[in-house]
T-cell receptor
Framework: AAGVIQSPRHLIKEKRETATLKCYPI?????VYWYQQGPGQDPQFLIS???????DKGSIPDRFSAQQFSDYHSELNMSSLELGDSALYFC???????????????FGQGTRLTVV | KQEVTQIPAALSVPEGENLVLNCSFT??????LQWFRQDPGKGLTSLLL?????REQTSGRLNASLDKSSGRSTLYIAASQPGDSATYLC????????????FGAGTTVTVRA
């Protein structure tokens, strides 16, 4: 079965650069979430989208923005990168509406961002 | 603010022993609770999802229970194997209109051959 696809898997950027992380949810899933997991930390919620509209916002810095496109893929844009942004970034998807609703969140393999 | 705690933080057992992992949450008004497995540096694999109206879910050697009123969930892994070595995280979803998950810090399990 198709899973959540994230790209790239690894990314190395310098301070003050920008990065774009991409997420392709499970086909027909209507909800996308982004999480950040620092070294030795639990995942922290950043932002979510339901049917291409932002549905919830967590501890996402103002330097970050995200959107969900018409094909339901999502991108997390990160600007003015700082050393502390080095982390594993996860995308997850769910199907929250309709007859086949399944609130289980399925996670991608993550993008490891290293800021040097 | 929902706080999720997992005890113990680490666990080491010999192969064949049963594992008991605990998760507690401060706000009992949850929509569902999900258990994940994470291998070092890897993604999160969903193991079990328990809806707030359910008391337990089973999948193979895994069984998860939920006591919403006391804010607790327990993940049991029967007859542990070295391949079960990983970090196990629980996460709660607050409500039907609240999409984010609040995670615990995880329990790192080592199963010794």
């Amino acid at each position: 079965a198709a899973g959540v696809i994230q790209s790239p898997r690894h990314l190395i950027k310098e301070k003050r650069e920008t990065a774009t992380l991409k997420c392709y949810p499970i086909p027909r899933h209507d909800t996308v979430y982004w999480y950040q997991q620092g070294p030795g930390q639990d995942p922290q919620f950043l932002i979510s989208f339901y049917e291409k509209m932002q549905s919830d916002k967590g501890s996402i810095p103002d330097r970050f923005s995200a959107q969900q496109f018409s094909d339901y893929h999502s991108e997390l844009n990160m600007s003015s990168l700082e050393l502390g942004d080095s982390a594993l970034y996860f995308c997850a998807s769910s199907l929250l509406a309709g007859p086949k609703m399944n609130t289980e969140a399925f996670f991608g393999q993550g993008t490891r961002l290293t800021v040097v | 603010k929902q706080e999720v705690t997992q005890i113990p933080a680490a666990l080491s057992v010999p192969e064949g022993e049963n594992l008991v992992l605990n998760c507690s949450f401060t706000d009992s008004a949850i929509y569902n609770l999900q258990w994940f497995r994470q291998d070092p540096g890897k993604g999160l694999t969903s193991l079990l999802l328990i809806q707030s109206s359910q008391r337990e879910q089973t999948s193979g050697r895994l069984n998860a229970s939920l006591d919403k009123s006391s804010g607790r969930s327990t993940l049991y892994i029967a007859a542990s194997q070295p391949g079960d070595s990983a970090t196990y995280l629980c996460a709660v979803r607050p409500g039907s209109n609240d999409y984010k998950l609040s995670f615990g810090a995880g329990t790192t399990v080592t199963v010794r051959a």
